[in-house]
């Protein structure tokens, strides 16, 4: 086939290259550039899609489930029950003890729910003065709600319903979706109604967020309760359910909880991408169009290239046969035709010959140079040390002072000591007293990181000062308890070291007030420490801890203890113990 090929000219040659390199090819790949990017755009816009209906189902189900754990909380509250069923002989009485039960937070406990608007009880306790969260149980029965609760077999109802009554002070949504539940924990006969309503102002505009490229309805089967084209409806009546419009493409999701079903639609027209090809099909075609013209004006741009010095070099090639070695002088151009003109120019004047030499040994000279530089650089670099960065901190430090920031020139200079002794490591195992001077730079430098939020004292008896310990083994627990208790408490902490002799023992215990270890997380802590050798350090969690706990254990052996106490949200307390007369100072 190749050899065939050599018989044409390289004008033929041209035009096969543009009928099955350019024509064929830019109709196929246009083609399927647009079904693939069709068909790609589709099927992302669906994910995003069942994404959002995810989302919207997951918020509108967490809000319905936060308001009636507000409920469950109100419906088993005895001091909210005898409150409600107390006879009250006077107004004073009657708000002597309302004040006692919002100073006690039942009532207050729902703002804790973001979704839940207001908290209404309804009860025929008529010694009750009616307003706050107290009405009558006669308002209620002149509302529809109530009657559809009455008519619900369910004790605890979601129920969905327009107030007109709000379309004229707007203090609250005319639209309404409550939680209605009997207060009959106590008393099975005489009960009172809790409405809890949710807010729907912020549903509503979560559906809003939501609905960018996509219209979003959330219906109870008789009427739309939300939709993504509505704004400013929370004083409108409900529009039924039959006006949705539908578009090409939905997605539905049914929504089941307490004893009430909800719709969750999604519906939605083709990718916009695709929209936007199918309107300019016109410039698509023009594209096509295009990208076929100019390669074909290319070519034959490229044929005239090809012919006028093929023919050129042809008239100086035939002149060799007359043995007349003449110079091409034309444009020679850099492709393989303006190669073979230059070779031939060498091959009569050698001259491009020698320039190569040259050139060759002056880039390899070159060569040797920077590669002889990398290496002086290389062993410069080798030879830095710590010591630099310990002198580059006390310039740090000494320019501080010199400018009068002697809080940072103070932070420096801790920093530093401790950074030297980690490098120049020393003994492994050093007297407690000098274990807590370091403790004491380190809690200065996170100090200086808390502020006032961060507290420290150490205690240690005189007799405890010579008892030897693995050398940054307190400092590990104290940095623990910065991390881990400090850095995630809102309150201010407290971080305090005890050591002291008892009973031929010694008692070493870091304590802190701060957020604390969750029971389960305790519990795996203690189980990881009771199971740790020093081979099963690496990956695990809590390196800082069990690399301390190990050293401790290796140092005093099986007389040691070691104690983790700790409680959300109150603090750890960590102890250690072991005989007084194995390690002390000499």
């Known amino acids: ?76 509250d005895s001091v909210l029950d005898n409150f409600l069923r107390c006879e009250y002989e006077s107004p004073y009485d009657y708000y002597r003890q309302y004040v006692s039960l919002m100073r006690d937070n039942v009532i207050k406990f729902y703002y804790t729910a973001q979704s839940v608007f207001s908290v209404r009880i309804y009860t025929n306790n008529e010694s009750m003065i009616k307003g706050g969260n107290f009405f009558s149980i006669d308002y209620a029965k002149a509302e529809g709600w109530y009657n559809d609760f009455c008519n619900s077999p369910n004790s605890l109802s979601v129920i969905s319903y327009f107030n007109p009554k ?97 719709q969750v639609i999604v519906t939605y027209d083709g990718p916009e991408i695709v929209l936007e090809l199918k309107n300019h099909r016109l410039i698509w075609m023009l594209l096509t169009v295009f990208n076929l013209i100019f390669p074909t004006v290319v070519i034959i741009i490229v044929n005239r290239s090809f012919s006028r010095r093929l023919l050129l070099t042809e008239k100086y090639i035939l002149k060799v046969r007359k043995q007349q070695f003449e110079v091409i002088d034309c444009r020679e151009g850099r492709d393989e035709i303006g190669n073979l003109i230059r070779s031939y120019n060498l091959m009569v004047t050698k001259i491009r010959e020698l320039i190569e030499v040259v050139f060759k040994e002056h880039s390899e000279k070159q060569a040797l140079e920077i590669l002889k530089k990398q290496a002086e650089l290389n062993a410069l670099h080798s030879q830095i040390n710590p010591h630099f960065l310990f002198n580059t901190l006390e310039s740090i430090r000494m320019r501080s002072v010199i400018k009068d920031e002697d809080e940072t020139a103070e932070i420096i200079e801790e920093l530093a000591l401790l950074m030297r002794e980690n490098a120049h490591w020393g003994e492994d195992f050093i007297p407690l007293e000098k274990e807590l001077d370091y403790a004491k730079h380190y809690m200065n430098i996170q100090k200086y990181r808390f502020g006032d939020k961060l507290d420290f004292s150490f205690y240690i008896q005189d007799e405890c000062k010579g008892i030897r310990v693995p050398k940054f083994g307190i400092v590990t627990f104290i940095e623990n308890a910065c991390i881990h208790g400090v850095e995630k408490s809102k309150e201010n902490c407290m971080i305090s070291v005890i050591a002291a002799k008892n009973n031929g023992n010694v008692s070493i215990e ?25 081979t099963g350090l690496s990956g695990s969690e809590n390196i800082g801890i069990l690399n301390a706990y190990l050293r401790f254990k290796l140092y005093y052996g099986d007389d040691m203890e070691f104690y983790i106490d700790s409680a959300p949200e109150e603090g750890t307390e960590i102890c250690i113990i072991f005989p007084e007369d194995m390690k002390k100072e000499d």
Not at 510 to 534: F, H, R, V
Request: hydrophobic letters at 40%.
């Open 1 to 76: 086939m190749i050899n065939f090929l050599d018989n044409f000219k390289i004008r033929t040659k041209l035009f096969i290259i543009f009928v099955f390199c350019v024509f064929v090819p830019v109709l196929l790949t246009n083609a399927g550039m647009y079904f693939f990017i069709k068909q790609s755009a589709e099927e992302q816009q669906k994910i995003q899609m069942e994404n959002m209906i995810e989302r919207i189902v997951y918020d509108f189900d967490k809000k319905i489930n936060d308001a009636v754990a507000v409920s469950n909380y109100l419906y088993t």
């Open 166 to 262: 709000n379309r004229l002070l707007k203090l609250e949504p005319s639209r309404k979706i409550s939680i209605v539940r009997r207060l009959d924990y106590f008393n099975k006969k005489n009960w009172s109604v809790l409405k809890l309503d949710l807010d729907y102002a912020q549903i509503q505009t979560r559906i809003l967020q939501e609905g960018n490229f996509a219209d979003i309805y959330i219906t109870d089967g008789e009427k739309i309760l939300f939709a993504s084209s509505e704004k400013n409806t929370l004083y409108d009546e409900f529009r039924p359910a039959s006006e949705i419009k539908l578009k090409s493409n939905v997605i539905s999701h049914q929504l089941t909880s307490i004893g009430s079903g909800w």
């Open 510 to 534: 870091i304590i802190d007030n701060g957020s604390g270890i969750e029971e389960e997380k305790l519990a795996q802590i203690n189980k990881t420490l009771s199971k740790t050798e020093t």
